[in-house]
């Protein structure tokens, strides 16, 4: 019958501790923790600094949204959202869309504007008509492709916060 040997048990423990800890130390200093980082550009917030030292343009100013969050509407806005904003914006709107990293500005997260309450209607027709040519940010204009219905249709997809249905 073989006995407990107490310092043969810890010695034991310390080898295999010591092991552990080379075979982490090896692994650790051979393999990178992130082979091809994503390229994430900067955030932008130059249509909000512009909104808030020279005012929303007066054509846009002062809009509201004649359409309310109904079934057709909000199906009609994620349509709209897939075909125009999900490549830049993201599927949750936070500006990570596939195409951000061919990008020079990140495109602002959409449910972070919406959540600070930047997001009035006049701005929001603003931004979407008028795109960032004028602001120097690569946001397309969206006043010949939509028409206002289709605008106000997409605004209130994105204030109901994008929602799945």
């Known amino acids: 019958m073989t006995s407990f040997n107490a310092t043969r048990f810890r010695y034991l423990r310390f080898c295999s501790r010591a092991a552990v800890i080379a075979v982490l130390l090896i692994y650790g200093l051979t393999v990178p923790v992130r082979a091809d980082p994503v390229k994430m550009p900067p955030t932008t917030s130059v249509r909000h600094d512009h909104s808030m030292t020279q005012g929303i343009p007066a054509e846009y100013r002062y809009r509201r949204n004649p359409l309310r969050p ?50 009035a209607d006049d701005y929001a027709y603003w931004a979407i008509a008028e795109g960032g040519e004028a602001l120097g940010t690569p946001m397309p204009a969206f006043k010949e492709a939509l028409d206002e219905a289709a605008i106000w249709s997409l605004i209130t997809y994105l204030k109901a916060g994008l929602p799945d249905s």
């Open 70 to 119: 109904s079934v057709p509407t909000l199906t009609q806005g994620r349509e709209f959202y897939g075909e125009h904003c999900l490549m830049c914006h993201g599927p949750f709107g936070l500006g990570d869309g596939e195409m951000v990293a061919d990008l020079e500005m990140r495109p602002p997260s959409l449910l972070y504007l919406q959540a600070r309450g930047v997001t």
